[in-house]
């Protein structure tokens, strides 16, 4: 119960504003995304979360915190996130490492990067395929509650209190923007189908599995799980995860961390729910680890 408390809670602080100064990047495949900058000096990428955005409350806290600490901040958004419906029938989802690829490629010098919940599962899935490359791109790394292994964080929001309390807030944006897409696209997917989909089995299932390229949801979670690819990682990156974490039983957590490079420090603490550790904590450690 505390890992619920931590989680909500964290959603409920005050938000600094911050003046974001937003560009609109093309995609290569005809598409855009929104990139919302603050502060000037050297570049760090921060990759929101699920349904999050510029205004998200880690995005809030960190921002005008790095940005004052001599970063240049810049958070991408993944495609439909910026308020503005994307021009493809495609979006986004958790394995989305060929966007996070040509995103990190724009900046002319190697940056850091920072990932939160998907977008930390997205960065850590690119960091393992890119290996030594990587390191021409990014300098240091570090996630937050990133969900190293799919199939168990589905499995965890779609029972009890989980699919109460997250899953049917995820799904009710989620399915507004599929079935805005669907009026744009017919026979994307089954309309019907989707709207009576109350897991993200069923969700991942009908939409973000096939218009991904996947063939259904446990393909989708296998693929995409960033677990497989630690051991893989060449750049240092701190990936800090809370063992009382709603969305990722213990267990799988640390079953998907075992095979971690050496450049990889695992941190988990007992307590900080998903993304609900204190602020001064975590902007803290994630200053430290970045800065050198």
């Known amino acids: 119960m505390i890992g619920h408390l931590q989680t909500i809670a964290a959603t409920l602080r005050p938000r600094p504003r911050v003046a974001f100064v937003r560009e609109r990047w093309e995609t290569p495949d005809g598409d855009f995304i929104d990139v919302d900058f603050a502060g000037s ?7 929101h979360g699920l349904e999050g955005c510029s205004a998200s409350h880690y995005a809030r806290i960190l921002a005008p915190a790095f940005a004052g600490a001599g970063w ?5 958004h993944w495609r439909g996130c910026s308020g503005e419906p994307n021009r493809l029938p495609r979006a986004y ?30 960065l850590l899935k690119w960091l393992g395929e890119r290996g030594d490359e990587a390191r021409r ?13 799919l199939a168990a964080a589905a499995g965890a929001l779609d029972r009890g209190l989980n699919r109460l309390l997250y899953t049917r807030m995820f799904l009710a944006t989620l399915k507004t923007k599929s079935l805005a897409k669907l009026a744009r696209f017919p026979d994307l997917f089954d309309g019907a ?10 969700f991942d299932d009908l939409f973000t599995a096939p218009l991904h390229g996947f063939r ?10 960033s677990g497989a690819w630690l051991g893989h990682i060449r750049v240092p990156t701190l990936v800090i995860n809370a063992r009382n974490d709603p969305f990722l039983p213990e267990s799988a957590l640390l079953a998907a961390s075992r095979g971690a490079a ?23 450690r994630l200053a430290d680890f970045l800065r050198p």
């Open 72 to 76: 240049r901040v810049a958070i991408p």
């Open 93 to 122: 989802h958790s394995g989305d490492s060929a966007e996070v690829d040509w995103i990190l490629r724009r900046f002319a010098a190697p940056v850091d990067a920072i990932g939160v919940s998907l977008g930390g599962n997205a």
């Open 216 to 225: 259904d949801a446990p393909h989708y979670w296998s693929s995409s799980s």
């Open 41 to 47: 000096g050297r570049p760090l990428v921060l990759f």
């Open 262 to 284: 050496s450049c990889v420090t695992l941190e988990f603490p007992r307590a900080g729910g998903h993304v609900g550790f204190a602020d001064g904590w975590l902007k803290g």
């Open 193 to 202: 189908l989707l709207a009576r989909a109350r897991t993200f089995r069923e």
């Open 137 to 149: 791109v990014v300098r240091r790394a570090a996630t937050i509650s990133a969900p190293l292994d």
